[in-house]
Every structure is written in structure tokens, then in C-alpha cells.
């Protein structure tokens, strides 16, 4: 059986598009051992080195769920939960995300992974962008970690869309 992660519910936020909407949205994070793959170290520790990996995911939530599970800031959500669920991370490349970005809603991030010492985006040998998402998934889900490896990072700019921008884009 897969061990329980500790979610702690760092912040309820109201909807920012609408204060009265039901909706609030949870910060979640969750800190967890990963053990080294590319460590020098590690090759000669078998595995012994680990890392702490940061792990933010917002997730929207009706008021009356946060009620009725008495949920507040600092409390581990799979307390509160009947059924424990678990945070996996999901990397895909700019040509995987442009796929189902154009089929379904996805819970990746429309910019690029980032490496926050340089500013600078992560990049596949073929100079690919690295998009990461978040998933929650019931805790024995056989759903597992999927990581694209980067060889190199570009400078990037963060593309401003206006409003005329984005209905541009859904009308076609």
C-alpha cells in the first residue's frame, strides 16, 4: 500500500474573478523525499541521497465542502478525507501540451518549467519547453511520477494576452 502524504492546506482564497462565487481555492503542498537520479554521489551511495521536493498544487473547492470537512489553513487534508489521495507530478514537452491543450482542459501550467536560481526555462535536448503539472489522485491510484529530463535551459519571456487575445483564440 502507498504511505499517506501529508497535504497541508496552506491558504483559502476566495475566487479572484468572483469574491461571492462558492468556489475558494486551496493552496496545498506537499514536501517529500526524492532520491537523486543524476547525483554523482548517488551512484556511489546506491541511492542514498535524497532530495526535498516542493510540491504546490491549487485546487478549487465548494464552501460547503470546506465546512462540512471543517478544513482550515495548516490542516493536513487526508485527515479530513475518507479516502487519502496523493499528489503526482506530470511533465510533458511543448509538443505533447500543445496537443491536449488544444483538446481538453489539462491541469498544466501554460508556462514552461522554470528554473527559479536562472529565470530561465528548462529545455529537452531537442530544445523542447518542459510544462509540469499537478494531479490529485486517490492514494492507491497506480498513477506514478512522470519527470521529462532537461539538458539545457533558454531565456524566456513570459507572453502578455490581452482579453482581444484570448477570444482571438477561441473563436478559432
Do not use: C, W
Request: net charge negative.
Amino acid at each position: 500500500m502507498n504511505p499517506v502524504q501529508k497535504i497541508t492546506v496552506e491558504r483559502i482564497y476566495d475566487n479572484r474573478n468572483d469574491a461571492k462565487s462558492p468556489n475558494k481555492t486551496l493552496q496545498l503542498r506537499v514536501e517529500r523525499d526524492k532520491e537523486g537520479t543524476s547525483n554523482i554521489l548517488n551512484q556511489f551511495l546506491k541511492g542514498g541521497v535524497t532530495n526535498v521536493e516542493k510540491l504546490i498544487k491549487f485546487q478549487t473547492m465548494h464552501e460547503d465542502h470546506i465546512k462540512e470537512l471543517e478544513l482550515k489553513e495548516g490542516d493536513n487534508l487526508n485527515d479530513k478525507l475518507s479516502q487519502p489521495v496523493k499528489l503526482v507530478v506530470s511533465e510533458l514537452t511543448e509538443s505533447e501540451y500543445s496537443v491536449l491543450s488544444n483538446t481538453e482542459q489539462i491541469p498544466y501550467s501554460n508556462t514552461p518549467k522554470i528554473n527559479p536560481s536562472t529565470d530561465q526555462a528548462l529545455v529537452t535536448e531537442d530544445g523542447e519547453l518542459i510544462h509540469r503539472g499537478i494531479l490529485m489522485v486517490a492514494n492507491g491510484d497506480t498513477l506514478s511520477d512522470v519527470y521529462v529530463k532537461h539538458t539545457g535551459s533558454v531565456d524566456y519571456e513570459p507572453k502578455e494576452s490581452t482579453i482581444d487575445d484570448v477570444a482571438n483564440e477561441l473563436a478559432s
